[in-house]
């Protein structure tokens, strides 16, 4: 696709400093998650990860201020009592705390004494077992986001952003580092910066919950997404609209001269359901529009109708 649409600073900083560069990993790229999937309750799987969370967030603070991690759990009660007694609400066992012989990585794990737990975080990278059935969708709905900010961008800058983070910067799009929910890191981008872009789930597991290239989605199969992919397709397909408003003062009369204008050159995208492409339809002076999801059923994924959706 060508020209595609698509609190403290102090704490901060002993956060960057202590945590940015010796995050590791417990999700293994060769393996698999080290850790086995499943849980009972979703509600209390959340409570826990805010748990090491805060616990991990403490720890960098601690550094920050001695310049080592802390021996033991308990000696976060020098920034917060509290923190000595947070528990896992499922089992109720307080946290589990390892610090290498070196000094240099720690470890917060969930103590539910069955397999799976709740994961962990090593050094301020966090590692969730992916398995709730909602953080796929999750985890594609983030990537959406991206992609329908990175064509606001390249509305605004004629170019797409170099790094995620200047969505943020750029007051674009203010939750740019969602992380995925199943693995806890930010997603992956790569841009030439001015034709082509690509967003990916970081999970470095088979399968990971897709990607999306210049706004087209791509889920694994099963994931259900086709719902969402579709809409996503037809959100693409009217920001090429809307860029070539800005060229001709006009709305394509077919889309596809959205293509023969070098504005999207993948316009004939097709619901991934059904197979069919987009119904368009323009009035003559072609100043409103309409893009319809061609799946015959009732109801169909949707459609937008001069930029507006109807989901």
Same mark, same amino acid.
């Given at each position: 696709?060508? *020209?595609?649409?698509?609190? %403290?600073?102090?704490?901060?900083?002993?956060?960057?400093?202590?945590?940015?560069? %010796?995050?590791?990993?417990?999700?293994?790229?060769?393996?698999?998650?080290?850790?086995?999937?499943?849980? +009972?309750?979703?509600?209390?799987?959340?409570?826990?990860?805010?748990?090491?969370?805060?616990?991990?967030?403490?720890?960098?603070?601690? $550094?920050?201020?001695?310049?080592?991690?802390?021996?033991?759990? #308990?000696?976060?009660?020098?920034?917060?009592?509290?923190?000595?007694?947070? /528990? !896992?609400?499922?089992?109720?066992?307080? $946290?589990?705390?390892?610090?290498?012989?070196? #000094?240099?990585? $720690?470890?917060?794990?969930?103590?539910?004494?069955?397999?799976?737990?709740?994961g962990?975080?090593?050094?301020?990278?966090?590692?969730?077992?992916?398995?709730?059935?909602?953080?796929?969708?999750?985890?594609?709905? =983030?990537?959406? %986001?991206?992609?329908?900010? !990175? /064509?606001?961008?390249y509305?605004?800058?004629?170019?797409?952003?170099?790094?995620?983070?200047?969505?943020?910067?750029?007051?674009?799009?203010?939750?740019?580092?969602?992380?995925?929910?199943?693995?806890?890191?930010?997603?992956? @981008?790569?841009?030439?910066? @001015?034709?082509? @872009?690509?967003?990916?789930?970081?999970?470095?597991?088979?399968? =990971?919950?897709?990607?999306?290239? +210049?706004?087209?989605?791509?889920?694994?199969?099963?994931?259900? #997404?086709?719902?969402?992919?579709? *809409?996503?397709?037809?959100?693409?397909?009217?920001?090429? !609209?809307?860029?070539?408003?800005?060229?001709?003062?006009? $709305?394509?009369?077919?889309?596809?001269?959205?293509?023969?204008? #070098?504005v999207?050159?993948?316009?004939?995208?097709?619901?991934?359901?059904?197979?069919?492409?987009?119904?368009?339809?323009?009035?003559?002076?072609?100043?409103?529009?309409?893009?319809? !999801?061609?799946?015959?059923?009732?109801?169909c994924?949707?459609?937008i109708? +001069?930029g507006?959706?109807?989901?």
């Amino acid at each position: 696709m060508n *020209r595609s649409v698509v609190s %403290s600073v102090l704490f901060s900083l002993i956060l960057l400093l202590s945590c940015g560069d %010796s995050a590791v990993s417990m999700m293994d790229p060769e393996g698999g998650s080290t850790l086995s999937t499943g849980y +009972d309750n979703a509600e209390q799987v959340t409570i826990c990860h805010n748990n090491m969370e805060d616990l991990s967030n403490a720890i960098c603070m601690f $550094y920050g201020m001695n310049n080592r991690y802390p021996g033991s759990i #308990g000696e976060l009660e020098v920034i917060d009592p509290g923190l000595c007694s947070l /528990a !896992c609400p499922t089992c109720s066992l307080t $946290y589990l705390y390892d610090l290498s012989g070196s #000094g240099e990585v $720690y470890t917060v794990t969930c103590p539910l004494p069955v397999d799976p737990n709740h994961g962990c975080i090593v050094n301020g990278q966090s590692s969730w077992p992916p398995d709730p059935p909602d953080w796929p969708g999750i985890c594609q709905s =983030n990537m959406m %986001s991206l992609a329908s900010a !990175c /064509a606001m961008f390249y509305g605004a800058e004629n170019r797409y952003p170099e790094e995620l983070s200047e969505l943020g910067t750029s007051g674009i799009y203010h939750f740019w580092d969602n992380p995925c929910p199943a693995c806890g890191e930010l997603y992956r @981008y790569s841009t030439d910066l @001015y034709v082509t @872009y690509t967003i990916e789930c970081p999970m470095p597991t088979y399968p =990971n919950h897709g990607y999306v290239i +210049d706004g087209v989605c791509s889920w694994p199969p099963g994931s259900g #997404g086709g719902i969402e992919a579709c *809409r996503s397709n037809m959100m693409s397909l009217a920001s090429g !609209c809307a860029m070539f408003y800005g060229q001709e003062n006009r $709305y394509p009369e077919h889309l596809k001269e959205l293509g023969i204008s #070098g504005v999207m050159e993948n316009w004939d995208l097709v619901c991934p359901d059904c197979g069919e492409l987009y119904a368009y339809h323009s009035d003559p002076p072609c100043t409103t529009y309409v893009i319809q !999801c061609p799946l015959p059923d009732d109801p169909c994924h949707g459609s937008i109708e +001069d930029g507006v959706v109807s989901w």
